[in-house]
């Protein structure tokens, strides 16, 4: 007994000096591989990377950014079967071990030795729970170790001590990439099954749970198989944890595994996307656009935004097809093997997403069949009908081939062109008794070489309603937007502002200024003598018709007498400019401006003179929905409680832009320009049949053209131009090129719109006037007009001059006579003016003709 007495002393000491060894060796590796383990204090703020969202003015989702696509939702909002779901696949005892499963890594350590002692070369079998998963995501790399594994179990029993089960569990679900770029399960559901998490069955739920070890390996539609057999097996671990009945279980093994693409409505404007990206960048920095989260509601109306698209492209596409054919794409010499020999061409970037490379297979006088590089494409043909506007290009004037009366002339075998095919209405149209199949019938083109842009804005607020920066932007085209970023010269588009200051400094627009010959002499570059587009003289014309017929010599005249320093200040206090230099050649439009800018400015000469900011976001909120910016930032301090409309009183918001100009003389410059397109350069317009207003520019040798109009509530600016400047071709000007890209998108802008008048301030009465000779107009007249005059400043019977020697009555031979010899005079030395009535100083400088409020 003695004996047996001792072994089991000897024994238990051995046992208790291993037991004391193992002891030690643990707090031994803790100390040894927790000494320098890395601070896990950041998780309890926990602020993962999120997508930045861009939303149009009607709410719909417009574009994402981010380095992770992820949708943080809090663990309260994760749905119970979400929770149940991934620890029954990834960690079944997760509630119940303090971050560390103990028997699961004693479990995975002897199949682990097992597998070495039989020579079995397989990859280590792990044993991470959740919170370990947490640990390694956070804190480690994939490197396999057992060191890495010691430190992980470490940091993960700190981390649950700290943070708690549902903390630990927010940050997996949130932080755990599960394939097609989706982080997090919300992100997850939308990409694979675009649904909500409440929104998921338990098939689903159990397929996203399937996933964390190897997402891409997965997908449902590449790897449908292994994906459908990897859910079911997650259905079978929610059954075994008695999260789900049997029969649950077996009714979700049935369910199809299949994803479900976005239908829902996007708004589809990469170049207004692209700008407020900018914006939001420059002003919160990239890592706040990536990864804060931010929700942005922009100004961009997605019907108008559709329309300023397809309106500038057409327009485009009109002028270039007005300038000739310039070639094929590429030719095939050997047409034997030409389907493998076409579809070796790469299409352009910049092509539309519905036209298509074609080839030329047989052509003769009527018709050419095309094929496609598609096999399953029908083969095609195009009409020569359709293709008399393909005569050859010759050069960058006017100059063009022959009238086409063949398609030979135009297409050869083995041609590579572009098409589009024929929408159904137009086949329809044509063969209303043949019902020729609309899908072979075809249409040639060519990628436009000139460029151009076309901005939308409310005239009230500022806010950019529709953008669209050059011919393709949507498929990386190009990245240049010509409606911010490109400076060019206005031209006659400016001249309603030099106008505009002689409207407030007391000439109205009765006022009768010279149109003759204008000298400015310069020693270093000799003398500069402007000339209008017409090459024409015209004498003493009202300074509405100035306007209206844009006319050079006049506005030169008004500049040079009104002092550039006047206009220049005008330039800069409307935003067309900054510090533009008092050239008098800027008067007729020289200083470069962008589409943008220019277009912002007419909207405050229609909205009566008042600053507006130009805008695309109206607001942001970050991540936790607070407002960190607002466009509109006038006080309203009723606002708020207003959850729905019940007729109650609307609220007074103060206005509280800023007066910079005086809003009877712009109401007058909007009278004046509404001529321009019932009488003027946009006279194209005025079928439209509503109140339009506006102005159009061409600069010299045609290389840029302009037209800015409005109606009393939208402002609409077109540029049209090329990148590399250089002439648009002879007779080419705005009111060739621009005004009909105007004229589409208003046409389809206003469809559904009653017209509405412009807005009369008070201070103005309307006069019956001679259009001709500015006076009152007398019975018998002929070309008598309604005009506009602020009040004090009505026109009487008697016409003025202004010349150099002062103010004088008209000579009493008369207007016609006094117009045929001032025409035909040289004009040096600053010209004459002609007023209807004289002001009430005799002397001829400026501030003394002035009645107006001047510039504010």
């Known amino acids: 007994m003695k004996f047996l007495g001792r072994v089991l002393l000897l024994l238990f000491s051995l046992g208790f000096l291993g037991a004391s060894a193992a002891f030690g060796g643990f707090i031994y590796l803790i100390n040894y591989y927790g000494s320098d383990l890395p601070d896990y204090s950041q998780l309890r703020n926990y602020e993962p990377p999120i997508v930045t969202r861009l939303y149009a003015g009607d709410g719909h989702l417009m574009a994402e950014f981010a380095q992770e696509k992820r949708v943080f939702v809090p663990v309260a909002f994760i749905p119970d079967l979400v929770k149940h779901a991934f620890i029954a696949a990834e960690d079944q005892n997760f509630y119940h071990h303090s971050g560390v499963d103990m028997k699961a890594v004693a479990r995975a350590l002897a199949k682990n030795l097992i597998n070495k002692a039989h020579g079995i070369n397989r990859r280590p079998e792990g044993a991470s729970t959740i919170t370990q998963q947490v640990a390694k995501n956070f804190f480690f790399t994939n490197e396999i170790s057992y060191e890495r594994k010691i430190k992980e179990a470490i940091i993960a029993y700190r981390i649950n001590k700290t943070l708690g089960k549902e903390r630990v569990l927010e940050i997996y679900l949130n932080q755990i990439y599960l394939g097609g770029g989706a982080h997090g399960v919300a992100s997850a559901s939308l990409y694979y099954f675009n649904k909500s998490l409440d929104e998921l069955n338990i098939a689903e739920v159990a397929y996203l749970a399937a996933l964390p070890k190897a997402p891409n390996n997965y997908h449902p539609v590449r790897n449908h198989k292994e994906a459908l057999t990897r859910r079911n097996w997650a259905i079978g671990r929610m059954e075994n944890e008695a999260y789900i009945t049997k029969s649950q279980a077996e009714l979700a093994r049935l369910v199809l595994l299949e994803m479900k693409q976005d239908t829902s409505a996007h708004v589809d404007a990469p170049s207004f996307a692209e700008e407020v990206r900018r914006e939001l960048s420059e002003r919160y920095g990239e890592d706040s656009l990536y990864k804060g989260g931010l929700v942005v509601k922009t100004s961009v109306n997605p019907k108008l935004q559709k329309i300023a698209e397809e309106s500038l492209r057409k327009g485009l596409m009109v002028y270039d097809k007005r300038h000739g054919w310039r070639g094929p794409v590429a030719s095939i010499e050997n047409i034997g093997d030409w389907r493998k020999n076409l579809s070796q061409i790469q299409p352009r970037t910049d092509m539309l997403k519905n036209w298509d490379l074609a080839i030329i297979l047989k052509v003769d006088k009527e018709t050419a069949k095309i094929g496609f590089a598609d096999k399953d494409k029908q083969a095609g043909i195009i009409k020569l009908e359709d293709t008399k506007w393909a005569r050859s290009y010759e050069n960058e004037g006017n100059a063009l081939g022959p009238v086409v009366s063949s398609l030979k002339q135009v297409l050869n075998v083995g041609d590579v062109i572009m098409v589009e095919p024929k929408s159904e209405e137009e086949v329809n149209s044509e063969n209303k008794e043949m019902k020729i199949n ?63 200051a002689a409207l407030d400094k007391g000439f109205t627009p009765a006022t009768l200024i010279l149109d003759a010959p204008f000298v400015l002499e310069d020693e270093i570059s000799g003398p500069w003598k402007p000339t209008n587009y017409s090459n024409e003289f015209y004498g003493p014309t009202t300074l509405r018709m100035g306007v ?76 936790y929905g607070h407002t960190i910016f607002k466009h509109d930032d006038r006080p309203c301090y009723v606002c708020g409680g207003m959850i729905k409309w019940e007729d109650q009183a609307v609220p007074d918001v103060p206005d509280s832009r800023e007066q910079i100009a005086d809003p009877r003389t712009t109401y007058q410059m909007v009278s004046i320009m509404d001529g321009v397109v019932q009488r003027g350069t946009g006279r194209r317009l005025k079928s439209l049949g509503r109140p339009l207003a506006g102005k159009t520019g061409t600069t010299n040798e045609s290389r840029d053209a302009w037209f800015l109009g409005f109606t009393p509530d939208l402002v609409v600016g077109v540029f049209t131009g090329f990148d590399n400047p250089k002439s648009l071709g002879k007779r080419e000007t705005g009111s060739s090129v621009a005004v009909p890209i105007f004229k589409d998108f208003m046409t389809h802008a206003t469809a559904d719109q009653s017209p509405t008048p412009f807005r009369k301030p008070e201070g103005i009465k309307n006069i019956r006037i001679n259009a001709k000779t500015g006076v009152r107009a007398k019975p018998g007249d002929k070309n008598v007009i309604w005009e506009s005059f602020v009040s004090g400043t009505e026109p009487g019977d008697d016409m003025y001059i202004l010349n150099e020697v002062g103010i004088s009555l008209l000579p009493s031979y008369g207007y016609n006579s006094y117009n045929n010899a001032q025409s035909q005079s040289n004009g040096e030395g600053g010209g004459s003016f002609i007023m209807s009535d004289p002001p009430s100083s005799g002397t001829q400088q400026p501030s003394s003709v002035s009645t107006g409020s001047g510039l504010y």
């Open 438 to 500: 609309a899908s072979i019938s075809y249409l040639l083109r060519q990628i436009p070489t000139i460029q151009g842009a076309l901005i939308a804005l409310d005239p009230h607020t500022g806010r950019i309603l529709a953008m669209q920066g050059g011919w393709n932007y949507r498929y990386g085209s190009s990245e240049f937007n010509r409606a911010t970023q490109a400076k060019r010269q206005p031209g006659s588009a400016f001249k309603p502002f030099v106008y505009l």
């Open 548 to 623: 209206e017929k844009s006319r050079n010599l006049m506005t030169v005249r008004l500049a040079d007498f009104l002092g550039m320093e006047l206009i220049s200040k005008y330039s800069d206090h409307f935003g067309i400019t900054d510090h533009m230099q008092p050239l008098l050649a800027n008067s007729l439009g020289s200083t470069e401006t962008t589409l943008l800018r220019l277009t912002s400015a007419y909207g405050m000469i229609v909205n009566g003179g008042k600053k507006i900011t130009p805008t695309f976001i109206d607001r942001v909120q970050d991540r």
